[in-house]
T-cell receptor
Framework: AQTVTQSQPEMSVQEAETVTLSCTYD???????LFWYKQPPSRQMILVIR??????QNATENRFSVNFQKAAKSFSLKISDSQLGDTAMYFC?????????????FGTGTRLKVLA | DTEVTQTPKHLVMGMTNKKSLKCEQH?????MYWYKQKAKKPPELMFVYSYEKLSINESVPSRFSPECPNSSLLNLHLHALQPEDSALYLCASSSYEGGPYGYTFGSGTRLTVV
């Protein structure tokens, strides 16, 4: 069975600094997708970045980048030049399709607070 | 239009009431989802509709009744709820069920059952 683990329940970072949120997962699938979602206090979950497992190149979206280590089953999110608006809950998610059915699993989340 | 719109944003209902949550998207997505989220927890999948047909029901109590009248609209009918059903209810859509591009979420309905 697939699992997603976020070992950091809460983190804080100073504005303009860099922070890394960790995510590990367990799967026997070879083809899958990984996602980071951001949920600010406004409640709406927003897709931040996605990674296809068959791509070795780490995904990047502006100040957000991932460190995808397939062998280690690790998918960390790096936020550069942190801004107050980055304060949110961050969820790592895993998706794989097996025999026509799919599994979409969220981690438990990391609450990030950006300090002024 | 790249949004999922949910109404109402807040709902307070008694345990004997009947109410409905509404979700709408105009992105041409063919899969739509209902999630329940408790405070500081990840979303929990309730239902999946694929091409307007119920694809997944995660053993949700019958007091929750989903409906997909067309490809753009998803409803969740509520009846005889319990206080423990108080939560944030999120609607999401994706290009297709199991699609690799992630979900687009609405901003949710905060439901309080009194």
């Amino acid at each position: 069975a697939q699992t997603v683990t976020q070992s950091q329940p809460e983190m804080s970072v100073q504005e303009a600094e860099t922070v890394t949120l960790s995510c590990t997962y367990d799967t026997s699938e070879s083809n899958y997708y990984l996602f980071w979602y951001k949920q600010p206090p406004s409640r709406q979950m927003i897709l931040v970045i996605r990674q296809e497992a068959y791509k070795q190149q780490n995904a990047t979206e502006n100040r957000f980048s991932v460190n995808f280590q397939k062998a280690a089953k690790s998918f960390s999110l790096k936020i550069s030049d942190s801004q107050l608006g980055d304060t949110a809950m961050y969820f790592c998610a895993f998706m794989a399709t097996t025999s026509g059915t799919y599994k979409y699993i969220f981690g438990t989340g990391t609450r990030l607070k950006v300090l002024a | 239009d790249t949004e999922v719109t949910q109404t109402p944003k807040h709902l307070v209902m008694g345990m004997t009431n009947k109410k409905s949550l509404k979700c709408e998207q105009h992105m041409g997505h063919r899969a739509m989802y209902w999630y329940k989220q408790k405070a500081k927890k990840p979303p929990e999948l309730m239902f999946v509709y694929s091409y307007e047909k119920l694809s997944i029901n995660e053993s949700v109590p019958s007091r929750f009744s989903p409906e997909c009248p067309n490809s753009s609209l998803l409803n969740l009918h509520l009846h005889a709820l319990q206080p423990e059903d108080s939560a944030l209810y999120l609607c999401a859509s994706s290009s297709y069920e199991g699609g690799p591009y992630g979900y687009t979420f609405g901003s949710g309905t905060r439901l309080t059952v009194v």
